[in-house]
């Protein structure tokens, strides 16, 4: 298994990872590529370079995860120094990559076997990431409900058709608390989807729970939405079904407005 991880719009991110995914798949790796969206301040050429180069990726990879810069605008406090800023980008882009691997390598309460996360990542085109993390009493509750309630991730695991979440805490973590995590998310998933999850113990995090999710398996639609434009994309469920609305992509910095978005709670994340 590779992961692929890059900033693009610049020169080294953009040229590059294409180039290194095509060798991974065919090699015949299972490649992953999480890389981020530049800031919609960094300028619309540099977005549109990031544009151009995500596509060639994407062809290239099994499953690609963008994460939207302008996402953590939702998170960040107005005090945030703009180093700190691409710093928490950073973050987010290695805690799903930790998300992932630890699934696969750490012993835990669950073992996970990799054919298992194979069988749902492979060519399974563009996909999204939700974090959560708590250390409250009802810390389970919480840190599942932070991963699956952010922006999207709702309409999101709805519409998926497999799904591989991530419960990392300490020693301290009880069986229970993995119960109400799954609950949590199997309760917003589709009955049909493809479910893998995997429980790992690390002594790095006592007295706190971390969840992680990958969405995958999306219609082509969809994919395009997520990919041109996240804020556009949006299922609305009544009791006719579900329908999806789209936002052309030169309606992205128009809905990133910092005066017209939704503000989400803190630490919820989902890309």
Known sequence: MV???AGMGGGTGSGAAPVVAQIAKEAGYLT????????????RKRSLQALEAIEKL???VDTLIV????????IADEQTPLQNAFLLADDVLCQGVQGISD????????????????AIMKNSGTAMLGVGASSSRNRAEEAAEQATLAPLIGSSIQSATGIVYNITGG???????VN???QVVTSLAD???NIIFGAVVDERFNGEIHVTIIATGFTQSFQNTLLNNPRGAKLVDNSKGTTESTVSPDTLSSSNSPSTKPQPPARNLFF
């Open 3 to 5: 992961f692929i991880t």
């Open 32 to 43: 992953v590529g999480v890389v981020t969206y530049p800031f919609s301040f960094e300028g």
């Open 58 to 60: 994407q062809k290239n």
């Open 67 to 74: 994460i939207h810069n302008d996402r953590l605008l939702d």
């Open 103 to 118: 699934i696969i390598t750490i012993p835990g309460l669950v073992n996970v076997d990799f054919a298992d996360v194979k």
């Open 171 to 177: 020693k301290d973590i009880t069986l229970q608390e």
């Open 180 to 182: 109400i995590v799954s």
């Open 191 to 193: 009955p049909s989807a």
